[in-house]
């Protein structure tokens, strides 16, 4: 368990994904890709760890990631096999803004 | 965060469409991924801890600015309007430097950068040279741009956007990867302006190729449409204006490709905008509003609001045409009375806005955002019931007519309906009996004349009596910056003479 920084990049222990902290609750949380904890960019991954078969859906370039109550956001900067999870919750796809182009 | 994870995200999801073209030249974005490496060791290996680009529309601008967030350093768009005893004083501003500018000035000002390339110097290097390994630093809060804005006295302020402003106007206004392959953005307005780097960073990160105008003629813009099947394009409002003059002049032509223009950077006069619909009816149009200090667009007036707003009865409704539109939802708009409060929908005061994209600071001056993160744009404006706001116009043009506030232009709309008028500009004049009277300065329409009279009985007719100009000039032009603002304080100064110790 760890407080999480805004504009902080993770990656997974156990599959090839990426992520930038664009949301994080106020409180100390655990981020999981493919159900093991997410770890800094420069940390190896603990000895061992294997993706969850019950949490390896997949991430997508570009896709933003939050749970139900809407108190984390990540975006995905490289996809990966495993799904994100925080705190045991797994987390869904943001649906697309339909923003018009401004600039 | 860092403008360069967004350009890598780009690179590895579609590396190989086109991300910029420049006439028949062009980068993919893998290809812009690289140069942008390759230019940033040369910029690490000079010591150089500023990027300044002193060019019109061409591949050096996209690379620039991209090799600068890699090198880490800011990136500095320069005026190419500007003299170079001007160029000067900012380049000593920005020492030590890494200065590309096109051909023709290279000479003079290379004498004045710690490195100074000529602009296809520049670009062969950066498509040519060994690619480098990423490595650029996460830290939000480093300078990404510096934007220098001009002021009315002294030496121009340089508005300071870091990594974590523009990242985040990105992300809270585009969908990764949401263009279409054969979707290409026309980009005309300056790249020293916001409007110039954020398109940038918005084609980037929705994957749509960005040709790019060096110089902008009506006629230019309207071949280059055609030709290059473009979808989107941003505008100022004096660049519609002379396009839709050109399109009435052509006869029918069609510009089947387009689907999307958006405006912004000034005021859209009502009738260019009317006309601009009924001229391209398949094309949506969008009203973005936003400063420099606010990573460019804090409000959109979008395609359906504009159509709704055109076709409408209802007055309210109708009246949103002149409108800025509503905030992105990831920012907050607030208007506030001369004590500070926030007022209730239809009363005006200063527009204030907050949000992550919100930078609100200047160079070695410090941020002028307030308490709780609100920025005061010194704009003046106001709300409705639904949330969609109006400018009346920069605070220090606002005319107090007897105690009277009176914006510059609601005049000027009600001006520029007259037949005989094609541009015109309000003013606040000093006054002995009201404290500042209402002048008008008007440019006619080819072989037409009117009398200073009637202007003003065509404004007391359809606006209060207060509104009507006791000062009415004609001239052949009226100032405006390139951009497209309206300069009333030339307009002014021309009047009445320069202010006092200004």
Same mark, same amino acid.
């Not at chain 2, 980068?27 to 812009?32: F, P, Q």
């Not at chain 2, 263009?179 to 954020?198: I, M, N």
């Not at chain 2, 009924?278 to 007036?301: C, D």
């Not at chain 2, 005989?420 to 008008?440: F, H, K, L, S, T």
């Given at each position: 368990?760890?407080?999480?920084?805004v504009?902080?990049?993770?990656?997974?222990?156990?599959?090839?994904?990426?992520?930038?902290?664009?949301?994080?609750?106020d409180?100390?949380?655990?981020?999981?890709?493919?159900?093991?904890?997410?770890?800094?960019?420069?940390?190896?991954?603990?000895?061992?760890?294997?993706?969850?078969?019950?949490?390896?859906?997949?991430?997508?370039?570009?896709?933003?990631?939050?749970?139900?109550?809407?108190?984390?956001?990540?975006?995905?900067?490289?996809?990966?096999d495993?799904?994100?999870?925080?705190d045991?919750?797994?987390?869904?796809?943001?649906?697309?803004?339909?923003?018009?182009?401004?600039? | 965060m860092?403008?360069?994870?967004?350009?890598?995200?780009?690179?590895?999801?579609?590396?190989?469409?086109?991300?910029?073209?420049?006439?028949?030249?062009t980068?993919?974005?893998?290809?812009?991924?690289?140069?942008?490496?390759?230019?940033?060791?040369?910029?690490?290996?000079?010591?150089?801890?500023?990027?300044?680009?002193?060019?019109?529309?061409?591949?050096?601008?996209?690379?620039?600015?991209?090799?600068?967030?890699?090198?880490?350093?800011?990136?500095?768009?320069?005026?190419?309007?500007?003299?170079?005893?001007?160029?000067?004083?900012?380049?000593?501003?920005?020492?030590?430097?890494?200065?590309?500018?096109?051909?023709?000035?290279?000479?003079?000002?290379?004498?004045?950068?710690?490195?100074?390339?000529?602009?296809?110097?520049?670009?062969?290097?950066?498509?040519?040279?060994?690619?480098?390994?990423?490595?650029?630093?996460?830290?939000?809060?480093m300078?990404?741009?510096?934007?220098?804005?001009?002021?009315?006295?002294?030496?121009?302020?340089?508005?300071?956007?870091?990594?974590?402003?523009?990242?985040?106007?990105?992300?809270?206004?585009?969908?990764?990867?949401s263009?279409?392959?054969?979707?290409?953005?026309?980009?005309?307005?300056?790249?020293?302006?916001?409007?110039?780097?954020?398109s940038?960073?918005?084609?980037?990160?929705?994957?749509?190729?960005?040709?790019?105008?060096?110089?902008?003629?009506?006629?230019?813009?309207?071949?280059?449409?055609?030709?290059?099947?473009?979808?989107?394009?941003?505008?100022?409002?004096?660049?519609?204006?002379?396009?839709?003059?050109?399109?009435?002049?052509?006869?029918?032509?069609e510009?089947?490709?387009?689907?999307?223009?958006?405006?912004g950077?000034?005021?859209?006069?009502?009738?260019?905008i009317?006309?601009?619909?009924?001229?391209?009816?398949?094309?949506?149009?969008?009203?973005?509003?936003?400063?420099?200090?606010?990573?460019?667009?804090?409000?959109?007036?979008?395609p359906?609001?504009?159509?709704?707003?055109?076709?409408?009865?209802?007055?309210?409704?109708?009246?949103?045409?002149?409108?800025? +539109?509503?905030?992105?939802?990831?920012? @907050? %708009? !607030?208007?506030?009375?001369? =004590?500070?409060? #926030? $007022?209730?929908?239809? &009363?005006?005061?200063?527009?204030?806005?907050?949000?992550?994209?919100?930078?609100?600071?200047?160079?070695?001056?410090?941020?002028?955002?307030?308490?709780?993160?609100?920025?005061?744009?010194?704009?003046?404006?106001?709300?409705?019931?639904?949330?969609?706001?109006?400018?009346?116009?920069?605070i220090?043009?606002?005319?107090?007519?007897? +105690?009277?506030?009176?914006?510059?232009? @609601? %005049? !000027?709309?009600?001006?520029? =309906?007259?037949? #005989? $008028?094609?541009?015109? &500009?309000?003013?606040?004049?000093?006054?002995?009996?009201?404290?500042?009277?209402?002048?008008?300065v008007?440019?006619?329409?080819?072989?037409?004349?009117?009398?200073?009279?009637?202007?003003g009985?065509?404004?007391?007719?359809?606006?209060?009596?207060?509104?009507?100009?006791?000062?009415?000039?004609?001239?052949?032009?009226?100032p405006?910056?390139?951009?497209?603002?309206?300069?009333?304080?030339?307009?002014?100064?021309?009047?009445?003479?320069?202010?006092?110790?200004?």
């Open positions: 368990m760890a407080e999480i920084k504009g902080s990049r993770l990656r997974s222990a156990v599959c090839a994904t990426e992520v930038m902290v664009v949301a994080a609750p409180r100390d949380v655990e981020l999981t890709c493919g159900g093991v904890p997410m770890i800094g960019m420069d940390d190896d991954p603990p000895p061992g760890a294997t993706i969850s078969s019950e949490e390896a859906k997949g991430t997508l370039l570009g896709k933003r990631y939050t749970n139900d109550a809407g108190e984390i956001e990540v975006l995905c900067t490289k996809p990966g495993g799904s994100l999870g925080l045991g919750e797994l987390l869904e796809p943001k649906e697309a803004k339909t923003l018009p182009s401004s600039d | 860092n403008l360069m994870m967004l350009l890598e995200m780009a690179a590895s999801g579609f590396g190989d469409r086109v991300a910029i073209q420049n006439g028949q030249d980068l993919t974005y893998r290809e812009l991924f690289d140069a942008a490496g390759t230019a940033a060791s040369a910029i690490v290996d000079l010591s150089c801890e500023r990027v300044a680009v002193l060019d019109v529309n061409t591949l050096a601008v996209p690379i620039g600015l991209f090799a600068a967030s890699w090198a880490g350093v800011p990136f500095a768009p320069l005026n190419y309007r500007l003299t170079d005893t001007e160029i000067e004083s900012l380049l000593e501003r920005l020492t030590p430097a890494f200065l590309v500018s096109e051909g023709s000035r290279h000479e003079a000002l290379s004498g004045l950068a710690q490195s100074a390339l000529g602009r296809d110097e520049f670009i062969d290097m950066a498509r040519n040279g060994p690619v480098r390994d990423p490595d650029w630093a996460m830290d939000p809060d300078i990404a741009v510096l934007l220098f804005t001009s002021g009315t006295t002294g030496a121009p302020k340089a508005a300071v956007l870091r990594h974590r402003h523009l990242v985040s106007y990105i992300l809270g206004s585009v969908e990764f990867g263009a279409a392959e054969e979707d290409a953005s026309l980009v005309s307005v300056p790249p020293y302006h916001v409007a110039g780097v954020a940038i960073a918005s084609s980037v990160y929705s994957g749509r190729r960005i040709v790019q105008l060096a110089n902008f003629s009506a006629e230019g813009w309207i071949d280059i449409v055609r030709a290059e099947g473009i979808t989107n394009a941003m505008v100022v409002p004096t660049m519609l204006t002379r396009i839709v003059d050109a399109l009435e002049g052509m006869g029918p032509v510009l089947p490709s387009l689907r999307a223009v958006s405006y950077g000034g005021r859209m006069p009502l009738t260019v009317e006309k601009a619909m009924k001229l391209l009816p398949h094309v949506a149009f969008t009203n973005a509003y936003g400063l420099t200090e606010t990573s460019s667009t804090i409000t959109v007036l979008g359906d609001d504009h159509r709704a707003a055109a076709t409408s009865d209802d007055p309210a409704v109708r009246r949103r045409l002149s409108s800025l +539109g509503r905030p992105l939802p990831s920012v @907050e %708009v !607030e208007i506030r009375n001369e =004590e500070g409060r #926030a $007022v209730t929908p239809g &009363a005006p005061g200063e527009i204030y806005v907050r949000g992550e994209q919100i930078s609100g600071e200047y160079l070695d001056q410090g941020s002028r955002v307030e308490g709780g993160g609100w920025f005061p744009t010194r704009d003046r404006g106001w709300m409705d019931e639904d949330g969609y706001l109006f400018l009346d116009g920069r220090d043009d606002i005319i107090v007519r007897g +105690g009277e506030n009176i914006s510059p232009g @609601e %005049v !000027e709309d009600v001006i520029l =309906e007259h037949e #005989a $008028v094609e541009d015109c &500009a309000v003013v606040g004049i000093p006054d002995e009996q009201w404290g500042e009277a209402v002048a008008a008007v440019t006619l329409r080819e072989g037409c004349s009117v009398e200073p009279d009637e202007i009985t065509w404004v007391r007719d359809r606006l209060r009596s207060s509104r009507a100009p006791a000062r009415v000039e004609f001239r052949v032009e009226l405006y910056s390139e951009t497209g603002k309206l300069l009333r304080r030339k307009v002014r100064e021309e009047l009445v003479g320069p202010p006092p110790g200004g």
